[in-house]
């Protein structure tokens, strides 16, 4: 199988996934109900939740600076920022393809090694994790029903012994995984293939190692809470802009964002469906209809997807 043939297959596979999710997040839901509710939304909420959209964007592109400066580089502020836009751009073509295209733009605009650069951005993504798992803790301190709820919908398998089989495979394929790149690098160094692979594992080693020498620690974890906080700005945004919503308080939408960041973690175009089923979930959750979740997923889909085109595509051209 060729590589364009099995691309094209890959990304079927995806978009599939994503249209399936979201027949799921419209199924039972009137159409007119949604156009009733959208109808009715304050556009310049919605146009300052897409402002603070781009501005997470330039935090992030910020943060990975920060990350950079550890390992002798220090690009210019604004490449990043643009590498990073192009990257959610891509996420829209290609699920989870953004992060190497980031990589690969800066690499050009910036010439910093791209192993170096995948590693730090390995690093961005466990701290973002670590962060998803604060703001997880904090709802289930606020919305422990709610949040079991959601749960109970997309988090949990049916059976106790299926998930117990499901993290035994994954332990043995952990281990195997573990042994095979073992014998690979013990056995097969003097393959050329396989030197360059050392030396790009090396790589990503010392972009995830940058962070044990950060010379702006306190800054770098003010950026990474000041992404999360302006995600939750967007989301609150939004709440102001339908009518059904705006009565919700700052601590419902952090459940509501924790919610809808399950959705983004499944791989499809740009978070095609997955946002939806997710958006429409939370807002039951919180004891609001699915035609509302439904509306304010799809509001935010289409706005989030065309600032990422439009900033993404701006940022290649820049760079």
Same mark, same amino acid.
């Given at each position: 199988?060729?590589?364009?043939?099995?691309?094209?297959?890959?990304?079927?596979?995806?978009?599939?996934?994503?249209?399936?999710?979201?027949?799921?997040?419209?199924?039972?839901?009137?159409?007119?109900?949604?156009?009733?509710?959208?109808?009715?939304?304050?556009?310049?909420?919605?146009?300052?939740?897409?402002?603070?959209?781009?501005?997470?964007?330039?935090?992030?592109?910020?943060?990975?600076?920060?990350?950079?400066?550890?390992?002798?580089?220090?690009?210019?502020?604004?490449?990043?920022?643009?590498?990073?836009?192009?990257?959610?751009?891509?996420?829209?073509?290609?699920?989870?393809?953004?992060?190497?295209?980031?990589?690969?733009?800066?690499?050009?605009?910036?010439?910093?090694?791209?192993?170096?650069?995948?590693?730090?951005?390995?690093?961005?993504?466990?701290?973002?994790?670590?962060?998803?798992?604060?703001?997880?803790?904090?709802?289930?301190?606020?919305?422990?029903?709610?949040?079991?709820?959601?749960?109970?919908?997309?988090?949990?398998?049916?059976?106790? /012994?299926?998930? #117990?089989? %499901?993290? &035994?495979?994954?332990?043995? =394929?952990?281990? @195997?995984?573990?042994? *095979?790149? $073992?014998?690979?690098?013990?056995?097969?160094?003097?393959?050329?293939?396989?030197?360059?692979?050392?030396?790009?594992?090396?790589?990503?080693?010392? /972009?995830?190692? #940058?962070? %044990?020498? &950060?010379?702006?620690?306190? =800054?770098?974890? @003010?950026?990474?809470? *000041?992404? $999360?906080?302006?995600?939750?700005?967007?989301?609150?945004?939004?709440?102001?802009?339908?009518?059904?919503?705006?009565?919700?308080?700052?601590?419902?939408?952090?459940?509501?964002?924790?919610?809808?960041?399950?959705?983004? =973690?499944?791989?499809?175009?740009?978070?095609?469906?997955?946002?939806?089923?997710?958006?429409?979930?939370?807002?039951?959750?919180?004891?609001?209809?699915?035609?509302?979740?439904?509306?304010?997923?799809?509001?935010?889909?289409?706005?989030?997807?065309?600032?990422?085109?439009?900033?993404?595509?701006?940022?290649?051209?820049?760079?």
């Amino acid at each position: 199988m060729n590589k364009t043939l099995f691309s094209i297959l890959k990304y079927t596979l995806f978009l599939g996934i994503g249209l399936g999710l979201l027949y799921f997040a419209y199924r039972g839901v009137k159409f007119s109900e949604i156009l009733e509710s959208a109808s009715n939304a304050k556009w310049p909420w919605v146009i300052l939740s897409f402002g603070l959209g781009y501005v997470a964007m330039i935090i992030r592109g910020i943060r990975w600076n920060i990350l950079l400066e550890p390992l002798g580089y220090r690009v210019k502020p604004w490449a990043a920022v643009h590498s990073v836009a192009f990257g959610y751009f891509m996420n829209n073509l290609v699920p989870r393809s953004g992060e190497l295209a980031r990589c690969g733009l800066l690499n050009r605009a910036e010439k910093v090694p791209i192993d170096k650069l995948f590693g730090t951005v390995i690093l961005e993504r466990i701290v973002d994790v670590l962060l998803l798992g604060f703001f997880v803790g904090f709802a289930f301190l606020t919305h422990t029903e709610e949040l079991d709820s959601l749960f109970g919908k997309i988090g949990q398998l049916r059976e106790g /012994g299926e998930k #117990s089989n %499901l993290m &035994l495979y994954l332990g043995i =394929l952990a281990v @195997a995984g573990i042994i *095979g790149a $073992w014998v690979v690098f013990r056995f097969f160094s003097h393959i050329s293939f396989v030197q360059r692979l050392r030396e790009f594992m090396a790589g990503i080693g010392h /972009g995830l190692r #940058s962070v %044990l020498k &950060l010379r702006r620690k306190w =800054l770098f974890i @003010a950026y990474s809470l *000041g992404i $999360w906080i302006t995600w939750i700005l967007m989301s609150q945004c939004m709440m102001y802009a339908l009518e059904e919503t705006r009565d919700l308080s700052i601590v419902d939408t952090v459940f509501f964002v924790v919610a809808a960041s399950f959705g983004m =973690l499944v791989p499809t175009p740009g978070g095609l469906g997955s946002y939806h089923i997710t958006a429409r979930l939370g807002m039951e959750a919180l004891g609001l209809s699915a035609a509302v979740g439904v509306t304010y997923g799809t509001i935010t889909w289409l706005g989030k997807t065309a600032l990422e085109i439009i900033a993404g595509a701006i940022g290649f051209f820049v760079v």
